[in-house]
């Protein structure tokens, strides 16, 4: 059976853009990456390498990159892979230029929105009533999948034609996508991992140790669960790829934006200092925020992302916050 898909429209020319379009390559006649930064796109149309993101990546011919969001149009996918923060803007200008209503629309990134508290799929279905959607999420650090690392995702939609879809044309001998109904619980647990990654990253930086950091990390999915339960999600989800697969990784990688953030704080830098530093978004930072308010508004227990939050936003130093959490009540580990 021939793909459904023969090209497709990339919104974000950073790391995880790249990366999709250097993997989409074999499947696809064409790409076009959408990027606001010229640096990239000249890059790319004249190298066929992103100057800023991956700069080691050679990406297939078909790729090619533009600033111009109108070029968007006219392809049978469009993909967002851009920060969260840049979901709604990006999808509104693509509304104004009068997307078709048939487009699938499949969101790459995690987090959730401050003040709404909306998923990026919801944020997608308000400024897009009719089009078919879907999330790709999962263990996913754009660096392996731009080498061809073996890479599982999940790909998750109300739509089960569109998730199989989405399965066949993201399935090569390196990428193994399985296939969810749960949006809620998939996107939940990419968002709040990114927070439980940074704490991780604290711990690393004062030297706790493993033991430590694998206590605190078993306790994080915990909390992950009681929370994506709470705001709509299945509780096994989150033992699944979206879930402990991705807090796995973000945890202790290398390549984790979160953890290197972490990282720096808990050796002693300021979160000013840890981010300007690292000169990539880590969506943890914002999403802190916006997470911690929707776990107050479900009236859901979650210290560690209370400890994290008091931590960027409050000034509580680090070994402070990581202190209280070992001195609180002692309760039974299944509650």
């Known amino acids: ?110 987090g959730i929105e401050r003040n709404t508290g909306e998923r990026l799929s919801q944020i997608l279905r308000d400024v897009f009533p009719q089009n078919p959607i879907g999330v790709l999420t999962g263990p996913n650090h754009a660096e392996e999948i731009a080498m061809d690392l073996v890479t599982c995702a999940v790909v998750a939609s109300s739509n089960a034609p569109l998730a199989e879809a989405l399965q066949e044309l993201f399935t090569l001998p390196h990428f193994r996508v399985y296939t969810s109904d749960d949006v809620a619980g998939i996107e939940l647990g990419g968002a709040v991992k990114n927070v439980y990654a940074i704490a991780a990253g604290m711990a690393h930086g004062l030297g706790l140790g493993d033991n430590a950091v694998a206590a605190l990390v078993t306790r994080a999915l915990a909390e992950m669960t ?41 050796a002693g830098q300021s979160l000013d200092e840890a981010v300007a530093a690292l000169g990539m978004v880590a969506e943890g930072v914002p999403n802190a925020l916006s997470i911690h308010d929707a776990a107050r508004k479900a009236g859901v227990r979650t210290p560690i992302i209370d400890a994290v939050h008091a931590i960027l936003y409050q000034g509580k130093p680090v070994a402070v916050a990581m202190r209280e959490l070992l001195d609180r009540d002692p309760r039974p580990e299944c509650s």
């Open 1 to 110: 059976m021939p793909l459904p898909f023969t090209s497709a429209a990339i919104l974000g020319a950073g790391s995880l853009g790249t990366a999709l379009a250097k993997l989409l390559g074999p499947k696809l006649e064409s790409i076009v990456l959408v990027s606001i930064q010229a640096e990239c796109v000249e890059g790319i149309n004249r190298e066929h390498r992103n100057p800023k993101y991956l700069t080691s990546i050679e990406l297939p011919l078909q790729v090619r990159a533009t600033t111009e969001h109108r070029e968007a149009l006219g392809h049978p996918l469009v993909i967002f892979a851009v920060p969260s923060a840049a979901i709604r803007s990006e999808a509104e200008k693509l509304a104004a230029l009068g997307l078709a209503a048939d487009v699938p629309l499949l969101s790459c990134g995690k």
């Open 226 to 266: 009681r929370l994506g339960v709470a705001l709509g999600g299945r509780q096994e989800t989150f033992a699944g790829l979206s879930g402990v697969g991705d807090l796995i990784v973000t945890c202790f990688s290398t390549h984790s934006r979160n953890h290197r953030v972490g990282l720096a704080m808990g």
